[in-house]
C-alpha cells in the first residue's frame, strides 16, 4: 500500500522527510483547494508512520530522532484545513 511518490523533490528536512512519510501512510492530507496538511485523525496510519520512523529513518538519523519529528508535524497540523470554514460544511 506504500507508494513512493519518485515526481516530488527530494525531502531536504527531517520535517519534510516526515510529512512526505504521513502523507503516504494517508495520516495526513493536504486540502484540495487550499494546499493546507490536515490531520485525519487516523489511529491506524499514524502507527504506520512512526513504525516507517523506527524502522527506517532517514540517513543520519536516529530512529528515535524520526519518530519525534512526525510526532512534532502531527502536533503541528490541525485536522480542518483553517481556509474551508466547517460552518458551510454545517449548512449543507
Ligand atoms: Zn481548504
Redesign the pocket.
Known sequence: MLMICERRPTTRTLRGWAIHVLQEVGAIRE??????M?DRADPHARERAFDIARRDPPAEVSPQAAEAAVRDVLDSIGD?????SPDEENRR
Open positions: 486540502c484540495e483547494e487550499h494546499g493546507w490536515q480542518t484545513c483553517p481556509e474551508c
